[in-house]
Nanobody
Framework: QVQLVESGGGLVQAGGSLRLSCAAS????????MGWFRQAPGKEREFVAC????????WYADSVKGRFTISRDNAKNTVYLQMNSLKPEDTAVYYC????????????????WGQGTQVTVSS
């Protein structure tokens, strides 16, 4: 079992930055691929970024490529999402998720989810 707790969301002006953190419980964090997803009001949950076990590979949605960076610190059981050059269309609830083994961009492949953190970007 893995429990995930996100933090770092908030209100920011367009062009600003935020860093989301997701702290995981348990001693097997390094065995879980991690991802970030987001859901805006009235829309389906969508993939943002994911990272493999060793941080050697990362994947990004086209809409955030070049602006967002996913990273992880296995010693701290934490995954991060650095968000720069934020746009109003980035406004959503952001969720971190974990799955045992390999990475995936499909939210249905993830077994563990945090409660979400709200990110609001004003124009």
């Amino acid at each position: 079992q893995v429990q995930l707790v996100e933090s770092g969301g908030g209100l920011v002006q367009a062009g600003g930055s935020l860093r989301l953190s997701c702290a995981a419980s348990g001693r097997t964090f390094s065995r879980y691929a991690m991802g970030w997803f987001r859901q805006a009001p009235g829309k389906e949950r969508e993939f943002v970024a994911c990272i493999n076990l060793s941080s050697s590979s990362t994947w990004y949605a086209d809409s955030v490529k070049g602006r967002f960076t996913i990273s992880r610190d296995n010693a701290k059981n934490t995954v991060y999402l650095q968000m720069n050059s934020l746009k109003p269309e980035d406004t959503a609830v952001y969720y971190c998720a974990g799955r045992y083994g390999s990475s995936s961009i499909n939210p249905k492949d993830y077994n563990y989810w945090g409660q979400g953190t709200q990110v609001t970007v004003s124009s």
